[in-house]
Every structure is written in structure tokens, then in C-alpha cells.
């Protein structure tokens, strides 16, 4: 039998691939397995449609922590950030609000709405930029155990306390504000504007089954203004060749690092010999040993799929059993003939190389997340949509382009039927919404995918479909993030451990709990 | 210069009195001003129609804190509690019904009725409220810390509140952490499968919120109910002989014996203040009287930006305070019955009326009661908690006859397409209709009825936009966030002035904290 690995890990999404890398890096010999043909997990492209490349699922990067950008040379592996610079909400009147990188040109656009909202946009940008430099500092390090009375606990509650006290009291109340309210709420402290409020707030809902209003959804929109991209906070950006090309620069690097990645090769049971880790079967049969094994999966995957659930404290199968892993958002990819026409704004236009947020209102938003709550997905969704093409010509054939559209609410229940029953009719609404704002969009659609939380389940794996893997709600942040008592990436059984956004800092292509778990499992080799 | 007095207190509600009888026994001179005709604002008892006596605003004092009870020995002053063995009971239009008792063991063998695991996990559910509540407690009888320069004698406080947290083992305090943030609707879903018990509860954790089961808080909101008088996991309950307004009238008895003067129809004009030191109070009747301190349980923006004038105060803690939010939604509807109504689903047995009849059939039809109020509606299917005092306190109706009180939620205090005048006897009519559903002869027996809108809230009892709590009681308006931001300890900008209202920590529901602290505080300062 082949020499055991020091080091197994399930999953070869991004935080599985830099998880591998860091141990690599550190001089372990490692084996990522995925049960795709393709590495990159949720974040992958894939040519669905002849000449056409689509970001299937995740679509916009921003979050990728800087330090693994470096650690892990990712320029030099293919990493391709091409900035996307503009938000367009266009609205049923016809009329529209733009925010572009040029602020004066955002200014005006706002202050044909309000010029107070037009000057408090600088403010609130500030503000925000001052609240995610503050919380940047707990996505780098492992969540303390308030509970602990263990020196290294204490110390480590101590060094937040003083950082969080750090602030001025401004900053500080205004970030509780941000941890406790519902986005909406907490806009309407800043601006007037209805549509403005609504966009902006849009951010506190991506990925949650929270409305704008929902107490929570704050903190949700600080976690979209943690990103940077060559130190610019806030910056979105697109990968070229679309979000797989962020997988491949990761296992590029990995690969160099001399990890092994085995695709097709799903893993059905954790191996464990005398209560520690030993290695992993896979579905096939075959089995590979290891000295220890990390999960990217989520938890539910981790533990109560890949490992027995009768092995583990009853604590932890009952939190894993109730973390929410509720999906709540659905993709719609489009492959176009033509470019899009804008009625609010027709013709070329930076407009097209940046987002467009279909949220006129924040009660729109709220309508759309209560047809979610009994069960349905609303005709008229909250949708965020891109065109790749437009900013990497790469994308589709000459003249053509690929349209990508994030869309909420698409509850994993549904009240009637099954997604497959149900896909289409969910497309459907998500083409006619955009159609009153893009007239000739249905005349130009070529292809149609489309992707419910079941559908991103199945493919993916993900429990529920929660692109998270997991809500992002306060009762499971930090050091409750899966479990409380298992936040610090270690799990039960010896030699497993948990790395995927399941664990703390949680979801977005941020690549942290990755790093964070390689580090703490080093910390155990005393590497 | 002279006082008149040392204390003034504004507003002769439960927690003005408790303030002065407090500082009065603490050998202050005090004088208490009340606007009304009589005392006990939002904790009264009035005769509406001739012989019928109902509790107009909070229907007991289950959150009173024991040590008002005891420091200002209410019970030598003739507050007089009767004994109530039922705590809820949840009809049901098919007869079909729950009943909670205050004996958590008989409302488990109800429950097994209706799902035997629901039995079993009640027990488990009400023995860690208990415990939750216990420390809630002690958390309301606290002074908030503040973010820096905090005296020794608050933190050492906190600290033993922290270790007493601890004290509950490293489980219990990870629950605590893990439950305080979240939504009446996932921990109730965790512990329940009955559609009928969750909805009795969620009923609990919405009071006087604008938010639905679904808000992360609202598990707080539920807790925070639990406090003072435990009542078998419902809201705590207390019954005061002669109604409500007889703890008021105990406190007045009480604060006069020790010297202090109370004075009705006596509304207050303005507080005096002059260079940031509070002088006193002028009567609308233009007479000016001076103090040392200034005590104001009227809510925040009636002292602060009413009585004191936003002149006086610095722009960032008026533009703190604008941003405090109220949003009244709590409505009541009280019945003059010429006989006790028939509830089919009680099978004869009185004595399940003689606690809170509450409809609230599931978790959904809360939320969808919510979804209403978002958009400014009254809820077309309210939640409904309905008392009958009199039948465990025959006083308060002639003999044969009975007084019953609904709180109706949601009854948002904006209302988008009408205003409360025009919608008063539509609300009246909707509460009578929601009711006759269970108690079929209800609409047969109505001698008389009076309607209390948020409108009437504000302009009869004073309570700003409807607002019981004076201030959603959400995660962001809490302890160092209530009224605003920064706000220390019941002392405003202005010195020598105290909040004692529910406006302040630890907010709203008859528990007397707000004016116990704010009076100890302002003893201590007074030297």
C-alpha cells in the first residue's frame, strides 16, 4: 500500500486549495480530493454553452484575504483582477441611479435624488471604510473561547476587547449598530433615498434568508465591505477567464507547492482508528491513509455524512443538526446574441461593464424576501447581475456575451412542488423582471442556465444549497461558528479537522477559514 | 440660590413613583408632577364605563422586581397579589386548545396532547429560561457600563455578572451567548415541533416589537419576558388585587408616607437648565419650581427634545436621539360583558380563561401578522392576547358581569393609507371578529367598548408614536445603546437631569428597574 499522506483534504473548493497549500507550504505532503471533475467547488467556470464561459455559481470577488494572495504568489499562478467599477439600479420609471469610480459623476447622479444623500455618500463610504478595517482584524484570527479560562483564551478576548475599545466612541457605537440592526434600518440613519437605501442595503441580504429589514442583515453588509483588492476596500472585481480562474491560480499554486489533487474522487467516509484520524474512503472503495484529515465540506457534510454522528459528543451532532444551512439564492446564467439595451440607459456604456441591481425599493426587496418566507420565490426578485463578457471579451464569441445574474429569494423548501418541477418557472421570473428594464434581453437569450439552492446542492454539495455554508446570522458567528465549542477549526476526533466557510470568518471567497485551520493544524504538529 | 425641592420627578407612571418613593425614603424631599387626572400612566386601572374597572395599558406587574416590592415595602401599602394557576390558553376556532399552566409539569402533560416530544422538551425549555431569566434579572437591576472610564464599582458589577454567567457552566453560558441574538422563530423551531405552542410563545417575544418571530432578538424580547415572577415559560404574571393600578396607588401610598408630594393635573411645561445644569421645572401653568435633580420617566424625545429643547443639548446626542427608534405598534380593545363569554375549546372549565387567552395559532400566521405593519397596515390577522380580570378579581365588574382586555398586535402607529381616528372602530371591530371565533357569543354580550389606538397611546398616556417600550427594546437599543448611544447611566448631557422611565436600561414592562437605578444613581450624585 502507497506511503500515507501527512495530510488529507475533502473538497477542492478555494478554501480547501488553500488549505492544502499553507500545510504545503509548511512541508507536508498533501492530497486534496473533490468529487468533481473540476477543482474550484462554487468557484468555477465552466463552458455550459459552445463559446460561451460562465462564473457558474459565485461571480464577483473582492473578499480573497491579501496575506493569501501573497503567501500563495497567486498573481503568478493566473490571479487577474479586473476591477468592476459601477452599480447601476435602474427603475420602473424608467429613471435610474448610477455610481460609478468617478465620484463626481456619482454625485451628481445622487443628487438628482438628494444632494444630502449625495454629500452623506462620502461620509457613510468613510465610515464604512473605518468599520471593515476594524472588523478585517477577527477574519485573521481563530474565534477565543469565551467560556475558556485558559491564559491563551483570556489573553486572546483581552487583545479584542482592547482592539474593539481602540475605536473612537463613533466608530464603536456605529458598529454595533452594524452587528445588531437590519441594513435598511441602519441606511435610513444615512440617506433619503428610497432606491439608494435599497441598493445599498442589497449587500446585507446576498446569501441570507434575511429581508433589509431583518435585524442582522447590517452585519452582512460590513462582511461585503470587508473586501480589498490591492489594499482598495470595497473594491469589486472579476477574475479574468471568470471566478474558476481564482480556483486554478489557488491549486496552481498548491500543485506547485507539490500538493496532489485528484478530482473525481468523492470521499464517502472519514477512516479512524483508535478515536483518530487515519485516512478516508472513498465512494469507489479505495481507501487512503493519512495522519490527518481536513474537511472543507460544510458541517453537516463534515460530520454527520463523512464521519458517524454516534462517534461525536451529542452536543455537537445536535448544533450541527440545527445550524442553518437554510439556502436562499438562485443563479441565472444567460448566454446572449447581442448586447443587453437598457431602456433607462440605452446604447454602449460603462453601465454594462459593471453591476446592475434590480432593487427599487427596499419594501421590493421585503415583498420578495416574504414570498420566501411561506415558501415561494417572488415574481419579482431581488437580482444582481453582471456582464462577464463585457469585461473580459474572453468570456463569449465576438459580439456575444454571457450575463450573470445572482437572484433572491429562491427558498431551498419550497410550499408547492420540487425545484426541478419549479426551475423553469423561477427563470422565467427572473427573465421577465429583467425584461422590463432590458427590452430586447428576451429576443437575445441564446441559452438559459438555471440554478435553484436544490440545483447548487446537487452539483456542488453544499447543504441546502446556503452558498455560505451556513447563515451568516449573529447566533452563528465567531466562536459559535459551526458549534460553540468547536469553533477553532479542531473537531472531536484527533487528526480531523474542519476548514470550509462552515467555520469561522464564514462565506465569500475569502479564503481565511482555509488559512486559519492550516495554521492552527501546524500549531498542533508544532510546525 | 434655594431649591424648592431636591427631587423632581416627571410623570406619575410605575417607574416616576417608584423613583420617588425610593429617594423620598432615602430622605430626599421630592415632589412627583403627573399631567393626568390620575396616577399609574401606563399601569392604571380606569373605570371606562360605570363599574367596569379595566387595566388600560400593561395587564400586571409579573416583571416587577422583587426589591421594589420589598425596599418600599409595597405590601404594608396595600399591594395585595392574587394567586393564578393558568398562565395561557391558546383556543382554537375547531375547539382544539392549550393550555399553559404556571406549573410546568401539568403544562407538559397538556402539551403531550398534542405531541409527546414537545412534552418531554418543555421541561428542558422552561428549566434553561428559568436560569436565562434568572440572569436577565440581575442584568435589569445593573447600571450599563460604558465603553471607557467606567467607575470601578459598575465594572466589578458586570464582572460578577460575567462570572455568574460562567457560574451557569461552560454549556449553559455558550446557550446564553448563542440564544440572546437570535430569533423567537429558530429557537423556538429547535425545541418544537406544535404549530400551537410555538405561536403561544412567539406571541410573548414580539411585545411591543415591530418586528416579526423572525427577527434575530426577538429570542431576547422572550427572555426579557420571563423575568420577575416565573409563570411556566409564558410571559411572567403577577395579579394585583384591584387591578393594575393598585401597585400604583401602593407606590403612591408609599412614596407620601415618606414625605414625598404628588401632584395630579399638573403637566410641566419645560425643565429649566442653565449653563448644562438642570434648575428645575415650569408648569404649563407657568409656575416655575426649582430642584437639584430633575428625574423624567417620560420618554426620551418628550424630556429631551420636548421639555428640555434640543438648545440645550449638544447636536450629536439630539442627532442620536432622533435616530432612536419607536415605532409603536401595540394596540388594546376593553369589553364591558353583561356574562363571562363562551369558550367551546375550554370544555367548561373557567378557570383556563383566568390567565392570558391568547391567538397566535403558529409562528407564520405572527410573521404574517408582521408583514402587514412593515407596510404601514393594521395586521388583517392580528395577534391577540385577551384577559378577563375579573374573573379572579369580581371588584372589578358588577356583579355577574365581566371586563375583558385585548392587546392587539400589529397596529403600527404610521399607518400608510389612513389614519388612526378614521381606523380606531375598525381596529375595535377586527379584535371583536378575531375573538368571536373561539368565543361565540362574545359579540351578544358587549355592553360597551373602548378602543385604544397608538394615536390614543401617545396623546392620553403620552407615550411618543405609541412606543410601550418608549423605544423598540431591539439588540441595538439596548444597555449602552438605550435611548442612545453612549448614554451613561440614566444621566443625560444636562447635569443634575436623570431618565428613569422605560427609555432607559433596561427598558420597557412593569419592572420598576429603570426607577430604582435612576434613583439610586441620582442618590449617590446628590451627595
Redesign the interface.
Known amino acids: 500500500m502507497a506511503e500515507p499522506y501527512d495530510a488529507i483534504v475533502i473538497g477542492g473548493g478555494h478554501n480547501g486549495l488553500v488549505n492544502a497549500a499553507y500545510l504545503a507550504r509548511a512541508g507536508l505532503r498533501v492530497q486534496v480530493l473533490e468529487k468533481r471533475p473540476l477543482v474550484g467547488g462554487a468557484t468555477v467556470s465552466e463552458e455550459i454553452y459552445p463559446g460561451f464561459k460562465f462564473s457558474v455559481f459565485s461571480y464577483v470577488v473582492s473578499l480573497l484575504r491579501p496575506e493569501i494572495i501573497r503567501d500563495l504568489e497567486l498573481p503568478k499562478h493566473g490571479l487577474t483582477i479586473l476591477p468592476l467599477e459601477s452599480t447601476l439600479t435602474p427603475l420602473p420609471n424608467g429613471d435610474y441611479i448610477y455610481r460609478g469610480s468617478d465620484p463626481h459623476e456619482t454625485f451628481r447622479s445622487i443628487a438628482r435624488f438628494s444632494t444630502r444623500d449625495a454629500e452623506a455618500y462620502r461620509e457613510y463610504g468613510h465610515a464604512m471604510y473605518q468599520m471593515a478595517k476594524a472588523v478585517r482584524y477577527i477574519l485573521g484570527i481563530r474565534p477565543p473561547d469565551?467560556?475558556?479560562?485558559h491564559p491563551r483564551e483570556l489573553g486572546a478576548l483581552l487583545r479584542l476587547g482592547r482592539h474593539f475599545?481602540k475605536l473612537d466612541?463613533d466608530n464603536?457605537?456605529t458598529l454595533?449598530?452594524l452587528?445588531?440592526?437590519g441594513s435598511a434600518?441602519f441606511l435610513e440613519?444615512w440617506f433619503e433615498t428610497d432606491p439608494l437605501i435599497a441598493t445599498l442595503s442589497s449587500s446585507g441580504i446576498i446569501g441570507t434568508f434575511l429581508g433589509p429589514?431583518?435585524?442582522?442583515s447590517a452585519y452582512v453588509l460590513l462582511h461585503h465591505y470587508m473586501g480589498e483588492i490591492d489594499g482598495v476596500f470595497r473594491a469589486w472585481g472579476f477574475q479574468k477567464g471568470g471566478t474558476g480562474g481564482i480556483a486554478e491560480a489557488i491549486a496552481s499554486s498548491a500543485r506547485h507547492l507539490g500538493v496532489e489533487i485528484r478530482t473525481d474522487a468523492p470521499v464517502a467516509k472519514v477512516l479512524t482508528r483508535r478515536g483518530r484520524a487515519s485516512g478516508v474512503v472513498l465512494e469507489n472503495g479505495d481507501e487512503l491513509q493519512a495522519r490527518l484529515v481536513v474537511s472543507s465540506l460544510d458541517p453537516k457534510l463534515t460530520f454527520l455524512k463523512l464521519t458517524d454522528p454516534a462517534d461525536l459528543p451529542d452536543?455537537l451532532v445536535n448544533a450541527v443538526r440545527?445550524f442553518?444551512t437554510h439556502g436562499s439564492s438562485g443563479k441565472v446564467n444567460l448566454a446572449l446574441d447581442a448586447a443587453p439595451e437598457f431602456n433607462c440607459w440605452p446604447g454602449d456604456g460603462p453601465h454594462l461593464r459593471g453591476a446592475i441591481s434590480i432593487s427599487p425599493s427596499v419594501?421590493y426587496i421585503?415583498r420578495a424576501y416574504?414570498a420566501a418566507?411561506?415558501g415561494h420565490f417572488s415574481p419579482n426578485p431581488y437580482i444582481d447581475a453582471i456582464f462577464p463578457s463585457m469585461i473580459d471579451p474572453d468570456m463569449a464569441p465576438p459580439g456575444k456575451h454571457v450575463m450573470s445574474c445572482f437572484v433572491q429569494y429562491a427558498p431551498y423548501n419550497l410550499a408547492e412542488g420540487t425545484w426541478e418541477q419549479q426551475r423553469e418557472a423561477f427563470g422565467d421570473a427572473v427573465v421577465n423582471t429583467l425584461s422590463q428594464y432590458i427590452p430586447n434581453l428576451k429576443k437575445i437569450i441564446l441559452h438559459r442556465q438555471v440554478l435553484s439552492p436544490w440545483d447548487i446542492e446537487q452539483t456542488v454539495g453544499l447543504s441546502g444549497g446556503n452558498i455560505f455554508q451556513g447563515e451568516l446570522?449573529?447566533?452563528q458567528l465567531f466562536f459559535?461558528r459551526p458549534a460553540?465549542?468547536y469553533a477553532q477549526y479542531r473537531t472531536p476526533i484527533h487528526g480531523y479537522y474542519q476548514c470550509g466557510s462552515g467555520t469561522h470568518p464564514g462565506g465569500g471567497i475569502t479564503g481565511a477559514p482555509g488559512r486559519l485551520a492550516a495554521l492552527e493544524i501546524l500549531k498542533d504538529l508544532r510546525r | 440660590m434655594s431649591a424648592d425641592f431636591d427631587v423632581i420627578v416627571i410623570g406619575g407612571g410605575h417607574n416616576g413613583l417608584v423613583s420617588a418613593a425610593w429617594l423620598a425614603k432615602a430622605g430626599r424631599k421630592v415632589l412627583l408632577l403627573e399631567r393626568r387626572s390620575a396616577l399609574g400612566g401606563s399601569a392604571s386601572t380606569e373605570e371606562l364605563f360605570p363599574g367596569f374597572h379595566f387595566n388600560t395599558g400593561a395587564a400586571d406587574a409579573g416583571l416587577l422586581q422583587s426589591s421594589v416590592i420589598k425596599e418600599l415595602d409595597l405590601h404594608s401599602h396595600g399591594l395585595e397579589f392574587i394567586d393564578s394557576r393558568v398562565a395561557a390558553f391558546a383556543p382554537q376556532p375547531d375547539g382544539r386548545a392549550l393550555t399553559l399552566w404556571r406549573d410546568p409539569e401539568k403544562s407538559s402533560y397538556e402539551i403531550a396532547a398534542h405531541s409527546a416530544n414537545d412534552a418531554r422538551a418543555f421541561l428542558l425549555f422552561q428549566q434553561q429560561n428559568e436560569r436565562f431569566a434568572k440572569l436577565l434579572t440581575r442584568y435589569a437591576g445593573l447600571r450599563p457600563p460604558t465603553i471607557r472610564n467606567n467607575s470601578p464599582g459598575v465594572l466589578l458589577a458586570w464582572v460578577q455578572l460575567a462570572l455568574r454567567l460562567r457560574g451557569l457552566g461552560r454549556r449553559d453560558m455558550m446557550e446564553f451567548l448563542r440564544v440572546l441574538p437570535m430569533s423567537a422563530y429558530h429557537y423556538l423551531n429547535e425545541h418544537f415541533e406544535g404549530d400551537l405552542l410555538r405561536g403561544l410563545l412567539a406571541s410573548v417575544s414580539v411585545t411591543g416589537s415591530m418586528q416579526g418571530p423572525r427577527a434575530s432578538g426577538t429570542a431576547f424580547m422572550l427572555l426579557y419576558q420571563l423575568m420577575g415572577t416565573p409563570n411556566g415559560s409564558f410571559r411572567s404574571s403577577l395579579v394585583v388585587r384591584g387591578g393594575l393600578g393598585q401597585l400604583s396607588a401602593a407606590l403612591a401610598r408609599a412614596a407620601k408616607a415618606s414625605g414625598a408630594v404628588i401632584k395630579t393635573t399638573a403637566p410641566v411645561q419645560s425643565i429649566l437648565s442653565e449653563n448644562g445644569r438642570v434648575l428645575g421645572v415650569r408648569l404649563q401653568t407657568g409656575e416655575g419650581l426649582r430642584a437639584k435633580a430633575v428625574l423624567s420617566s417620560a420618554d426620551p424625545h418628550t424630556t429631551f427634545l420636548g421639555l428640555l429643547g434640543a438648545p440645550q443639548l449638544e447636536p450629536r446626542f439630539s442627532r442620536r436621539l432622533r435616530s432612536l427608534k419607536l415605532r409603536g405598534s401595540t394596540s388594546s380593545v376593553h369589553l364591558a360583558l353583561s356574562a363571562l363569554p363562551d369558550f367551546p375549546a375550554a370544555a367548561g372549565e373557567m378557570q383556563r380563561l383566568a390567565g392570558a387567552i391568547v391567538i397566535c395559532p403558529s409562528l407564520d400566521y405572527a410573521e404574517h401578522a408582521y408583514d402587514d405593519a412593515k407596510v404601514g397596515r393594521l395586521s388583517s390577522q392580528p395577534i391577540i392576547e385577551a384577559r378577563i380580570p375579573s374573573l379572579l378579581d369580581p371588584s372589578l365588574a358588577p356583579a355577574g358581569s365581566h371586563t375583558l382586555s385585548m392587546t392587539v398586535r400589529y397596529a403600527p402607529y404610521q399607518l400608510r393609507e389612513s389614519d388612526w381616528d378614521a381606523q380606531r372602530e375598525n381596529l375595535g371591530d377586527l379584535a371583536v371578529e378575531t375573538l368571536s371565533k373561539v368565543a361565540l357569543d362574545l359579540k351578544s354580550l358587549i355592553l360597551n367598548r373602548k378602543v385604544i389606538t397608538p394615536l390614543d397611546y401617545e396623546r392620553d398616556y403620552g407615550l411618543r408614536q405609541g412606543s410601550i417600550m418608549h423605544g423598540l427594546m431591539g439588540l441595538d437599543q439596548l444597555l449602552f445603546m438605550r435611548p442612545v448611544p453612549g448614554f451613561v447611566g440614566y444621566r443625560s448631557p444636562i447635569d443634575g437631569l436623570y431618565l428613569c422611565g422605560a427609555g432607559a436600561h433596561p427598558g420597557g414592562g412593569v419592572t420598576g428597574a429603570p426607577g430604582l437605578n435612576a434613583a439610586r444613581q441620582a442618590h449617590k450624585e446628590l451627595g
Open positions: 469565551p467560556t475558556s479560562l475599545l466612541e464603536f457605537y454595533v449598530k452587528m445588531t440592526m434600518d440613519e429589514r431583518s435585524p442582522g452536543d440545527h442553518d419594501d421585503e416574504d418566507k411561506y446570522s449573529l447566533s459559535l460553540p465549542g
